[in-house]
């Protein structure tokens, strides 16, 4: 089956321990993308990733690290959480990252709390 | 780059009457616009997309338009069912800026039985 899956769905953490909210598609997608999702905010882009090795920042990169060592991963890293990283974070991936846009494909968020 | 605005923020309509949810897009090249609805605590799945090539596209109770002039498209549904209340977000994807999707911020879709 076709997905774009995430782990942890749910996390809560203290200030300051590192995380990783792990993003794995099995579609053989080239795009990828992390998503915050806050109230009355919609949704908001994180980083990319265009393939393997290429990643460039969103709209709110800030306090925020990634990788793409492989086509199907695309972890997203939190060195030092801060209260205020606590969201609704969507992975999403899409066939295309040319200048034929398609449809980006969600994970299942992670809902992360950072006390 | 790209700003996208979504009206209106919340919809309350009767089950079987239609609903409108309109976006507008400030950079005229933007050339892909998808639609999609989120259930409450589930992912944003696409239910629609459009073209800048098109005007028009129906999917049975769905459609989307787009007025590439005034760059505004919406989003219609006709004859809703209570398994329409949802939130409903637009997006607007520019060609040469790597697939980067605008989102708007949202409409809250309320059909009452």
């Known amino acids: 089956e076709a997905q774009v899956t995430q782990n942890p769905r749910y996390l809560i953490t203290v200030t300051g321990k590192k995380l990783t909210v792990t993003c794995s598609q099995n579609m053989n997608h080239e795009y990828m993308s992390w998503y915050r999702q806050d109230p009355g905010l919609g949704l908001r882009q994180i980083y990319y990733?265009?393939?393997?090795?290429?990643?460039d920042k969103g709209d709110v990169p800030e306090g925020y690290k990634v990788s793409r060592k492989e086509k199907r991963n695309f972890p997203l890293i939190l060195e030092s959480p801060s209260p205020n990283q606590t969201s609704l974070y969507f992975c999403a991936s899409s066939l295309t990252s040319g200048s034929l846009a398609d449809t980006q494909y969600f994970g299942p968020g992670t809902r992360l709390t950072v006390l | 780059g790209e700003n996208v605005e979504q009206h209106p923020s919340t919809l309350s309509v009767q089950e079987g009457d239609s609903a409108v949810i309109k976006c507008t897009y400030s950079d005229s090249a933007s050339n892909y616009f998808p639609w999609y609805k989120q259930e409450l605590g589930k992912r944003p799945q696409l239910i629609i997309d459009?073209?800048?090539?098109?005007g028009e596209k129906k999917d049975q109770r769905i459609a989307v338009t787009l007025n590439k002039t005034a760059k505004h498209f919406s989003l219609h549904i006709t004859e809703t069912q209570p398994e329409d209340s949802a939130v409903y977000f637009c997006?607007?994807?520019?060609?040469?800026?790597?697939?980067?999707?605008?989102f708007g911020s949202g409409t809250k879709l309320n059909v009452k039985p």
């Open positions: 459009i073209r800048s090539n098109v």
């Open positions: 990733s265009m393939n393997v090795e290429v990643t």
């Open positions: 997006a607007a994807s520019i060609p040469d800026n790597f697939n980067k999707f605008y």
